[in-house]
């Protein structure tokens, strides 16, 4: 047995039997007749069947599927950046993180389409406690991140972590996506948890942090919706914060976010690749001789390239100017795509509640607000 079997996706191997364990499962039925709705014929069944790899299974099924997602729940999909990335050359892409599944297939599809090496990405295994979902995961080339843990077995979990990312990169040649925090962004405040590079830098070993992770590449990734299908799902626990209080979640949310996720309403979508830090790095080696200072200096890079290369939508400026009641940003949307926003709250939440208007308000207005930190970036 690998030490890694806990974790990792399957290997090619494997592939064929997974599928066929899932073949006639419910949720793959629904996958594939959404992702092939003029197959009546069931012929997805024959092609899954005669499927032995996982880049297979990425390109003939959930391509397509990301595609109908697309088409059905968005007004399109923009990238910028994946021109500065080498072909055959693996990386590790740290980004903010909006929803639990599109964020990692978005970036595979971009990915793919420019030719260019596709992710393993880390995903946490509260999200996949169904078993067909833990096998669609795998098959999607995805590895766990072990949650919950005690603080001795943690430990554990994230050196296991860091030394199988070093694997996928410096020896298996394939790019690796990390959020730069646990779990998905809930006020629109993007953020890097430290806790994440020094997981990251565990797998330097003897060699310097710095050192080490300009071999990793890393490459700093900004994803933007304009709605966030989530955005209402999130009101329960910022509101549970806001009153100081200590959030449960309900027994199946983390699915049914999945699911808000993939089929909600998300307008247009934009991911922007940014530089591979390289001179930041050797700068910060220079400034800095204690690890801890190096790795919050590291955050502050990420923050920077993040924040500052976000693409902002109406929506943004539309709730920066209603939370402020003013008009700074009216240049940057109309009044009809100002009356759909506002329409929206009214139908999502009961916009009444003062809490519960800024909390959602908040959610779009931060990236406005924090870009706001970089001259001329707006």
């Known amino acids: 047995m690998s030490k890694f079997d806990q974790i990792r996706p399957f290997y090619d191997s494997e592939v064929n039997e997974a599928i066929c364990s899932a073949l006639h499962h419910p949720m793959m039925k629904a996958l594939m007749s959404f992702a092939f709705p003029e197959d009546e014929n069931g012929e997805w069944k024959k092609q899954l069947a005669k499927t032995y790899s996982i880049r297979d299974f990425q390109i003939k099924f959930i391509y397509p599927a990301v595609q109908k997602v697309l088409e059905k729940s968005s007004e399109g999909l923009t990238t910028s950046g994946f021109e500065k ?19 990692t297939s978005l970036l595979n599809v971009s ?12 995903i946490g295994d509260n999200l996949v406690q169904k078993s067909f979902l833990h096998t669609l995961s795998r098959l999607n080339r995805n590895f766990l991140v072990q949650r919950g843990l005690p603080p001795r077995e943690l430990l554990e979990s994230s050196r296991l972590m860091s030394e199988y990312v070093n694997q996928l990169i410096l020896h298996e040649n394939r790019s690796v996506w990390i959020a730069q925090r ?24 003897d060699e310097n942090i710095m050192c080490y992770f ?21 009101m329960p626990m910022l ?15 983390d699915f049914n976010t999945l699911l808000s996720g993939i089929m909600g ?4 979508i934009h991911i922007h690749i940014g530089d591979v830090l390289e001179s930041e790095l050797d700068e910060i080696t220079e400034k800095f001789d204690n690890p801890n200072k190096q790795i919050q200096a590291l955050a502050q890079v990420l923050d920077d390239a993040i924040l500052s290369s976000y693409k902002l939508w109406p929506t943004n400026f539309i709730a920066y100017d209603m939370l402020n009641d003013s008009s700074e940003f009216a240049d940057k949307y109309t009044a009809q795509e100002k009356s759909l926003f506002e329409r929206r709250l009214e139908m999502r939440i009961d916009t009444e509640n003062k809490v519960l208007r800024k909390g959602i308000l908040d959610m779009y207005a931060n990236p406005v607000v924090n870009k706001l930190k970089y001259n001329n970036a707006i």
């Open 239 to 253: 509101m549970a914060q806001a009153n100081d209080e200590v959030y449960v979640k309900e027994r199946n949310e």
């Open 111 to 122: 990915l793919y389409d420019h030719g260019l090496v596709m992710t393993a990405s880390a």
């Open 182 to 205: 646990e779990g998905r962004t809930k006020d629109g405040n993007d953020a890097t948890h430290p806790g994440v590079l020094k997981m990251l830098a565990m797998g330097a070993g």
């Open 85 to 103: 990335l080498e072909k055959h050359t693996p990386y590790l892409f740290i980004s903010n993180h909006r929803d639990i599944i599109l964020d």
């Open 265 to 268: 309403q998300k307008k247009r």
């Open 214 to 234: 300009k071999n990793l590449k890393i490459v700093p990734i900004s994803i933007s919706y304009e709605y966030d299908p989530t955005d209402v799902l999130k």
